[in-house]
């Protein structure tokens, strides 16, 4: 626990998309998706705390480094929280402590799961007479990010419209997971923004190949039914990530993952095999690291 023990230290797991289709653009400028997420044992620490002086205070540690300005999303989840509630305030003010290790801009999801685990301390500060009801703050998680509703709900899920429509379904064991970040982020956005109609997934059966294959805890299977349709527009916007796919592909010895819009990329090895492959990605990934899939996340209180 980097930000040390104390009631309020929550995890704010990092996320993987195991499976990503982009089926169109939406009327307010999204795109609606069918994907599916599972939360990693890799996460932020988040502790929230009521304080004295008015407002709300962001303090950051940790290896990976954030802006705090008001664009944070653990800023403005507090904010919004604050705002959905109305008046009196129920804290004076409010000091929210983040020790970062998810890499920004990673396809990872740090800031939303820093958002949701935001929300869900301040409902668990305050009496349940006066938390938000659950659709108020699902709205408030939406209102601030697509993946943050995925976040509040904890464990695996399929998510859809947004990404934020979700549906809870069945992990089985732990994976071994092999992240490889690209030396830079990706903006989320930017990415989206060179979709070229639609490139429909190989296997119409994919989605329920990769549910199948994560209820059983079968990372080949896994790998085999992996699609991201987000992966060409990524190399569209970001052209020298179709250099960094093809070098790992070469080190892993095997096509890669991505998660999300990028830049991260991913392999679901034998637990054996993942410190080898480790070695073999260093070097094109100075942040390239083993995790694992968590069984499941936080609840919402
Ligand atoms: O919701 P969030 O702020 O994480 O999304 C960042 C950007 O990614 C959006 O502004 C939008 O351009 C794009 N996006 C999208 N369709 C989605 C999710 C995100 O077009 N389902």
Redesign the pocket.
């Known amino acids: 626990m980097g930000v040390g023990p104390g009631p309020r230290a929550l995890d704010a797991p990092a996320k993987l998309n195991l499976w990503l289709d982009v089926l169109g653009?939406?009327p307010d400028?999204?795109?609606?998706?069918e994907s599916l997420f599972v939360p990693l044992e890799l996460g932020d620490d988040v502790r929230v705390e009521p304080a004295a002086a008015p407002g709300v205070a962001l303090e950051l540690e940790g290896p990976v480094a954030v802006p705090a300005g008001p664009d944070n999303l653990a800023l403005r989840a507090a904010r919004a929280w604050l705002e959905a509630l109305g008046p009196p305030p129920p804290f004076p003010g409010l000091r929210v402590r983040l020790h970062k290790r998810v890499p920004v801009g990673g396809g990872l999801g740090g800031g939303?799961s820093d958002a949701a685990a935001v929300l869900r301390a301040l409902q668990s500060l305050v009496p349940p007479g006066r938390r938000l009801p659950a659709p108020a703050l699902h709205g408030v998680a939406r209102g601030l990010?697509?993946?943050v509703p995925f976040f509040l709900l904890g464990g695996a899920a399929v998510g859809r419209?947004?990404?934020d429509e979700l549906t809870p379904v069945a992990a089985g064991p732990p994976l071994t997971v092999l992240l490889v970040p690209a030396p830079w982020g990706h903006e989320?956005?930017r990415?989206?923004?060179h979709v070229e109609g639609r490139r429909p997934p190989p296997d119409p059966d994919g989605l329920g190949r990769a549910l199948r294959a994560l209820a059983r805890g079968d990372a080949a299977a896994l790998r085999a039914a992996h699609w991201n349709a987000l992966a060409w527009p990524a190399m569209r916007a970001y052209p020298a990530f179709t250099r960094f796919t093809a070098d790992v592909e070469r080190a892993l010895g095997r096509a890669p993952c991505l998660t999300g819009?990028g830049s991260t990329l991913y392999d679901l090895p034998d637990p054996g095999e993942a410190e080898a492959a480790l070695g073999r990605v260093a070097r094109l990934s100075p942040g390239a690291r083993i995790t694992r899939t968590a069984a499941s996340g936080a609840p919402v209180p």
Request: charged share 30%; no cysteine; hydrophobic share 25%.
């Open positions: 653009r939406r400028g999204y795109h609606d998706l939303s990010g697509a993946d419209g947004r990404g989320t956005a990415v989206f923004r819009s």
